[in-house]
Nanobody, 125 residues
């Protein structure tokens, strides 16, 4: 069964960094857009960043403010989310999701047809 698998979460201190990974099992990301989302405790799930696999074009939510970076490695079909200067408010389950490249709005969750189960990031202040 084709699925997305996230990894890299954990418990860190405020100010630390983590690199989250998203792997597409059994397939490739060709002609897809990959989004990283997160769901903080008691909050709605929200978009963090998106990346178009074919050309690496990126989209970031304004609040990211340069702290997070989305990237890809074509050789192993992996999309990364580098998270830096982590704050307690970044504590969340981080999900990756894939959508057709024809998608219009990175934020629209109904455009994504494939989701991972998430990886938990806990930032201790």
């Amino acid at each position: 069964q084709v699925r997305l698998v996230e990894s890299g979460g954990g418990l860190v201190q405020a100010g630390d960094s983590l690199r989250l990974s998203c792997v597409h099992s059994g397939g490739t990301f060709n002609q897809w857009g990959i989004g990283w989302f997160r769901q903080r405790p008691g909050k709605e799930r929200e978009l963090v960043a998106g990346l178009r696999w074919s050309d690496g074009n990126r989209f970031y939510e304004n609040w990211v403010k340069g702290r997070f970076t989305i990237s890809r490695t074509k050789a192993n079909y992996t999309v990364y989310l580098e998270t830096n200067s982590l704050e307690a408010d970044d504590t969340a389950v981080y999900f990756c999701a894939a959508r057709p490249v024809s998608g219009i709005d990175w934020r629209r969750e109904d455009e994504y047809g494939l989701w991972g189960l998430g990886t938990l990031v806990i930032v201790s202040s």
